[in-house]
């Protein structure tokens, strides 16, 4: 970003609504056969009526996160911590209790509508699997836009495009009457115009039938315009929680900053795009501190050993970085963002006035 | 903490995968074991059986099991024992017989396909898959058929029917052989084909080959056995084993199983013990 | 799209003819492979073999004429069901084939049954119990059965449920449906025997690609019952192999009945060639062998053909 710009109005509460529809506390994933963490102590929640984005690059973690509210874990993992979904525990559902809950209260849409759907199926068959009636189906197909709705329930998947098995993924999961709708990915596949279309669907239907909307993305300026409140994940961990307008306009965590320069932005085309250097990690890549150390342009020595933990911030949003500023008076810090100089700069430590890291981690 | 194992889509937990591995070697060894006391016993039989094959005794029919006949009489009396022990031999050795022709020809045929390419190669395909048209048994019925029962015809035959399958699998080893950089420079030095065929790409899938005509040997000797058992293959007094069920089919209605329970088990139990040890040694042979 | 169906089918049709042909070169032609005079090899030998029955052969066969032209009069003459005769029955070869034909067809699509039935079911449970202790059960039961020849099996099934427990008859075929699948359960079940493993193989294993389907997990993630998820999504997408397997095994049993209708002298084709070979009755044993060599490219046709029907994808993709 070029333009400095500095916060008008005063930032929203980031906190969500008490009676959280989906509310993760700490859940920690372990895979057999991996160095580190598939999930580090994530928390996360999601109120009714509210749109939450999961942000984050491949293997940060964020579909599994996603899949954790369904009780849908990889073989072989272990998981502590607590998935809570209206006030049930998840975690520790097994066998029809389960099935139940992952077929009446939470609902996933897929990334990739053409694998989603069993191929010699009819598209009626996959609806009325999901819990509607063979009217029902009709009238499902017609409120996700699907034209000609009749004739669609008595075709296969290889007669429709990609966008138009979207909108049947979508009108599966809404087959069921969710409370809350898991998007995983679910307009990555899909062409500009059609992603418009899909999101516009699952913002109205969202409004319609007040549900709950968890929207996973890699895409950092789609969460950030589509939705209320916006986690970034990183390694396994939640990096950043924030409002979406707070995090667009002042992004606390270097590599939120990061993945917001690194993708252009509309009408600006001075700005040179800046590749966040190294790879994202792999799961057999261990941190003994920040995991984002290495990439990072910003770091310090103490990064190497300082172990991540959110950092309240002063908007009520929260970022795990050792030089994020976490006393409230110094508040706001945001507006030299946009000042910085490309390269190694020393952002929260020059704001924060030499904040020792120990004393922010106390926070 | 809560494991939570996701039902249906776990894959194979490492524990178990060991636990198959490690009780494979036990049964190969059992199966090992047993085929060698066969072949000795096989190779013995003069010292071990207690009477001659064809020592007919019409007063000893169809005895049980005792003291004088260990696994009791056929209808006319023969020590099933003894019997079944000289027919080892024949049993055994038909069903190398057959593979080695299957070998020589299959062999053959699968590298001379890949090496030549083009129509040689169509032609190859071609004969293989009218062949592949008889199902099962028929085609060496038909050679039986025009040429007479008896164990050579059988012999060949099965030999002539195994082969597509032999140079099938040859041909596709071969096709990757041939285009390995030493035939290139053993051309280069201006060797021929057929001894760069016959001193390097033959030996050198030796191993590979021999591995799948073991596993090929129980299903030889099952062909051989059927064969026989119907009246095509060994012809009286042999004491082949398919002979021997067939022979001694006609005294279970009496009541006297063992006259065709005794070679129909040997049967089994080697076939059994082939597949065990062939499935290792060929999964040994094709590694290295 | 019609045309290029009607293209599709053509070619199909097409190789099918031409492997027929071949496979009828070569059993007529075994004639000539014989040692000796054809027409005395035809005649059934030299025993009790008059000089007017000689020239009858080479009438009938056209013995004087070139091979391609005899080959001709004898592929007309099939095709017409016209077979020939037998030396050893006097009758015409077809009026033999037809009257033994039906109980070789009883036995084996009450064989196919069995197979079926066991073996996928096999399958199945092996592959929703994959890993435990059934899935080996059922890998090691099923190998074993393998290795067992059906005419093995047959007399270990006669001398047990046959004589020592006198549950089934233990020869001929029985008249009426129920006493006919009485007299057919032991000679079926070693027809169906050696086809287990291959048949619980091949569906485990289809199963087990079925399962890895990213729309499993998105049936499973909704919440869809797993014993609807296996039956609709995972059998139902495996079906393609299953049939495919399950109809080769049902073709080449037609060669498996020799065996067993052998073993329990039951009178079908396949006794019929035995016999026919054992007293050189050649023009017998041609007309089995083509039969069942026909059975067996048509019914491996057939199952090609019905592939697409279970797989929209593949139809789709031809299309």
């Known amino acids: 970003m070029s333009e400095n710009r500095p916060r008008s109005t005063p930032a929203p509460a980031a906190a969500p609504p008490a009676e959280a529809l989906l509310e993760i506390v700490d859940l920690t994933l372990r895979l057999p056969g991996a160095a580190r963490p598939v999930l580090d102590s994530v928390s996360l929640t999601v109120a009714p009526g509210e749109v939450v984005a999961l942000v984050g690059e491949s293997g940060s973690g964020k579909s599994t996160t996603a899949k954790a509210a369904l009780g849908l874990f990889p073989a072989g993992a272990v998981a502590s911590g607590s998935v809570r979904f209206d006030g049930t525990e998840v975690l520790g559902l097994t066998g029809e209790r389960l099935r139940a809950h992952r077929a ?19 598209v009626g068959d996959f609806l009325v699997e999901r819990g509607a009636g063979r009217a029902e189906a009709v009238e499902l197909l017609a409120s996700v836009g699907l034209p000609d709705p009749q004739r669609r329930v008595r075709q296969r998947p290889h007669e429709m495009s990609g966008g138009m098995l979207q909108r049947v993924v979508i009108a599966g999961a809404l087959a069921a009457r969710p409370r809350l709708l898991l998007a995983d990915e679910a307009t990555s ?26 929207f996973i993305t890699h895409d950092l300026h789609l969460a950030a315009a589509y939705s209320d409140r916006v986690y970034v994940m990183y390694a396994g961990r939640v990096v950043e929680s924030r409002t979406a307008s707070a995090l667009f306009t002042a992004p606390a965590h270097p590599y939120t900053r990061g993945l917001l320069t690194c993708s252009p932005t509309l009408g600006d085309t001075l700005t040179p795009l800046r590749p966040i250097p190294g790879r994202p990690p792999s799961l057999s890549d261990t941190f003994p501190g920040c995991p984002f150390v290495e990439r990072c342009a910003e770091a310090e020595p103490t990064c190497e050993t300082w172990s991540p933990r959110p950092v309240p911030l002063p908007d009520g949003g929260a970022a795990a970085c050792a030089f994020v500023n976490a006393e409230p008076g110094l508040s706001p810090v945001f507006t030299a963002v946009g000042n910085r100089p490309a390269g190694r700069d020393r952002w929260a430590q020059t704001q924060a006035d030499g904040a020792d890291a120990d004393e922010v981690n106390h926070a | 903490m809560t494991a939570i194992l996701n039902e249906a889509t776990a894959p194979a937990s490492a524990p178990a995968l060991a636990a198959v591995r490690a009780r494979r070697p036990l049964g190969v060894l059992v199966a090992g074991t047993l085929l060698a006391l066969v072949v000795i016993a096989a190779a013995c039989a003069p010292l071990l059986a207690p009477y001659a094959p064809d020592t007919i005794d019409l007063s000893s029919s169809l005895v049980g099991t005792g003291r004088d006949h260990l696994l009791g009489t056929d209808s006319s009396g023969q020590d099933l024992l003894s019997r079944a022990l000289y027919g080892a031999r024949s049993s055994l050795v038909a069903p190398l017989a057959l593979l080695a022709v299957a070998g020589v020809l299959g062999v053959s045929l699968g590298v001379l396909a890949a090496w030549r390419g083009g129509w040689v190669d169509v032609l190859v395909s071609r004969l293989t898959d009218v062949m592949y048209a008889f199902p099962g048994l028929l085609f060496t019925v038909l050679i039986i058929a025009v040429f007479g029962a008896g164990m050579t015809t059988s012999v060949l035959a099965l030999g002539l029917a195994f082969t597509p399958t032999v140079a099938k699998y040859t041909r596709s080893l071969a096709l990757s052989e041939a285009r390995k950089p030493y035939v290139d420079a053993y051309r280069v030095q201006g060797m021929g084909g057929l001894r760069i065929c016959a001193t390097h790409v033959v030996p050198n899938l030796a191993r590979a080959i021999l591995g799948y005509l073991v596993v090929l040997f129980g299903e030889a000797l099952m062909s051989l056995a059927t064969l026989s058992y119907l009246g095509f293959g060994a012809q009286p007094p042999s004491s082949d084993w398919g002979l021997m069920v067939q022979e001694g089919q006609a005294a279970i209605v009496q009541g006297a199983m063992l006259p065709a329970l005794v070679p129909g088990t040997a049967i089994a139990l080697v076939v059994v013990c082939f597949n065990v040890v062939g499935v290792w040694a060929a999964d040994r042979l094709g590694r290295q | ?188 079940l070693s027809l169906a025997l050696g086809a287990l493993a291959l048949v619980s193989r091949v569906t485990r294993q289809a199963m087990v690609d079925a399962a890895a389907s990213d729309h499993v997990e998105a049936a499973r993630a909704s919440g869809v019952p797993e014993r609807d998820i296996v039956r609709r999504h995972v059998l139902r997408n495996a079906l393609g192999p299953i049939v495919t397997m399950c109809g080769l095994v049902m073709a080449g049993m037609l060669a498996g009945t020799v065996v067993v209708e052998t073993a329990f002298g039951l009178s079908g084709i396949g006794s019929l060639l035995v016999g026919a070979i054992n007293t050189h009755d050649f023009p017998v044993a041609q007309a089995v062998l083509l039969l069942m060599v026909t059975g067996y490219i048509v019914v491996t046709t057939l199952v090609d053909a019905v592939h697409p029907l279970l797989d929209p994808r593949v139809e789709g993709a031809a299309r």
């Open chain 1, 104 to 122: 009446d209260g939470v609902a996933l849409v897929h990334q990739d509508p053409r694998a989603a759907l069993n191929p010699v199926r009819r």
């Open chain 1, 189 to 214: 596949a899909l062409d500009v115009t059609t992603q418009a279309d899909i999101l516009a669907l699952l913002r109205t239907l969202r409004a319609e039938h007040g549900l709950g909307l968890l």
């Open chain 3, 1 to 188: 799209m019609a045309l290029r169906l009607a293209l599709r089918v053509g070619r199909r049709i097409t190789g099918v003819l031409a492997t027929l042909l071949a496979a009828s070169f070569v059993i007529f032609a075994a004639v000539y492979a014989a040692p000796g005079d054809p027409a005395v090899f035809l005649a059934g030998g030299r025993d009790k073999l008059t000089p007017e029955r000689l020239a009858q052969v080479r009438a009938e066969y056209h013995l004087d004429e070139p091979l391609f032209v005899q080959y001709g009069r004898w592929l007309w003459d099939c095709v017409h069901l016209d077979l020939g005769r037998s030396f050893k029955y006097s009758d015409q070869v077809a009026d033999l084939v037809a009257a033994r034909f039906p109980t070789t067809l009883q036995l084996v699509l009450y064989a196919t049954v069995l197979f079926v039935v066991l073996g996928v079911g096999a399958g199945i449970l092996a592959a929703v119990k994959r890993s435990t202790w059934v899935d080996s059960a059922v890998v090691g039961v099923t190998t074993l059965a393998a290795s067992v020849p059906s005419f093995v099996a047959a007399i270990a099934l006669v001398s047990f449920f046959g004589v020592r427990l006198g549950w089934f008859p233990v020869t001929g075929s029985g008249t009426g449906f129920l006493d006919t699948v009485r007299h057919l359960t032991l000679p079926a």
